[in-house]
């Protein structure tokens, strides 16, 4: 077998392993997420698991952990429209409203507020 392919089955491995554990345990939910917390299931050095983000989702660690968390905003926004924007930011793991809000815009075009009104159409 050639290196690449290694290497490649070796991601394809990793990916599964740490998608399973994020299905499972939602570490993103917690606003302190590091990269270096994905050691608790590959034990890989920081720089790896960089390349590793990188290479199998096509963006960084930040923006990866982001989309996973804007996913669980707009499950909330959804699921539980007595929620204010605040609680949907918080539990969705975000530190502070005004970078969810801004995160939120970037990857749907819209707020919070406009998705959940329009009814989650985007």
């Known amino acids: 077998m050639e290196e690449q392919e290694e290497s490649d089955l070796a991601n394809a491995a990793y990916r599964a392993a740490l998608e399973a554990w994020m299905e499972k345990e939602k570490p993103y ?4 997420f590091q990269l270096t917390d ?3 299931v590959l034990p890989l050095n920081r720089t790896y698991l ?3 983000i990188n290479t199998e989702y096509g963006c960084t660690f930040f923006q990866w952990a982001n989309g996973l968390r804007i996913k669980e905003a707009k499950r909330l926004l959804t699921e539980q429209p007595e929620m204010t924007i605040e609680e949907v930011s918080k539990q969705s793991g975000f ?3 005004r970078n969810f809000s801004r995160i939120f815009a ?3 075009g819209m707020s919070p507020s406009e998705w959940r009104n329009r009814g ?3």
């Open 29 to 32: 939910l917690n606003p302190d």
């Open 38 to 40: 994905l050691r608790q």
């Open 50 to 52: 960089s390349q590793l």
């Open 95 to 97: 530190s502070y409203r």
């Open 106 to 108: 970037q990857e749907t």
């Open 120 to 122: 989650g159409n985007s």
